[in-house]
């Protein structure tokens, strides 16, 4: 569903879409406040629905995405050195920074994150420019149309819902205040330098194999609760329901 080639003519419609829809995904980072009012146990229920939601995003059309690119990649590279390994090469990248900020911001400052300024801002930094390399990518899809768009931007919706509850979790009221402005800032970034910017091939699938693995690796850390805290009912109906609606679509 991300893209490997750019559209060279988009219509006017679906780029309007476009701006929406990266609007409606800076405004998840904006809303994340807004959970506490919910009782802790519905909270859970909606948040491992998403992730349900995402993981079948993950499995059903991300990783055949990946596959793809690399083709793409493999051909245009020809003969080069692992080129068509470069795509999943760049997943792994995406997949081990990603693992390592969590190492780096979690296990090495302890569990009171709160009172660490170098874990917070390392946070925000790394989550920024995710949201903004996933803003842009918005504007840059496979395959064009608005349905195509609707069912990216609702898998990464549910996405941001979940990291932004995670980063709340370690953050508290320094999210409140600076970081869910930030994401949210990041995210409009990058839609509109997706808007005016059109990548070659080769670096557009570089992007979208580092947001490939950065968003399997989000979706194993944020995305399956910790046992003792899971719904896996919800979690369950989330991902047929979703598979469903993208496949029948």
């Not at 609007?23 to 998840?28: G, H, N, P, T």
């Not at 504007?139 to 064009?144: D, I």
């Not at 195509?148 to 990464?156: E, I």
Request: glycine content about 8%; some cysteine.
């Amino acid at each position: 569903m991300i893209a490997v080639e750019v559209s060279t003519n988009p219509t006017r419609a679906l780029t309007i879409a476009s701006i929406l829809l990266t609007v409606a995904l800076a405004l998840v980072h904006l809303s994340t406040s807004r959970w506490d009012a919910a009782r802790f146990e519905r909270k859970r229920d909606l948040l491992s629905a998403a992730g349900g939601a995402t993981v079948a995003y993950v499995f059903v059309l991300l990783l055949p995405e990946v596959s793809e690119a690399a083709l793409v990649v493999g051909t245009l590279r020809g003969d080069a050195l692992i080129a068509e390994q470069y795509v999943y090469l760049m997943a792994l990248l995406g997949f081990v920074l990603f693992y390592g900020v969590e190492v780096a911001v979690v296990h090495r400052t302890g569990d009171d994150l709160t009172e660490s300024p170098t874990a917070f801002w390392a946070h925000v930094a790394i989550f920024a420019l995710y949201s903004g390399l996933i803003g842009y990518l918005l504007f840059h899809q496979e395959a064009p149309g608005v349905v195509n768009l609707f069912f990216y931007a609702l898998a990464m919706g549910l996405h941001f819902r979940i990291t932004d509850y995670g980063l709340r979790r370690h953050h508290g009221d320094a999210f409140d205040q600076k970081a869910r402005w930030i994401l949210a800032g990041a995210t409009l970034l990058g839609g509109g330098i997706g808007i005016v910017l059109e990548l070659g091939a080769l670096l557009l699938s570089t992007l979208f194999g580092f947001v490939a693995g950065a968003v399997v690796f989000n979706v194993i850390k944020e995305e399956l609760p910790e046992l003792h805290e899971s719904r896996f009912i919800a979690f369950a109906c989330g991902a047929l329901v979703y598979t469903i609606v993208i496949l029948f679509a």
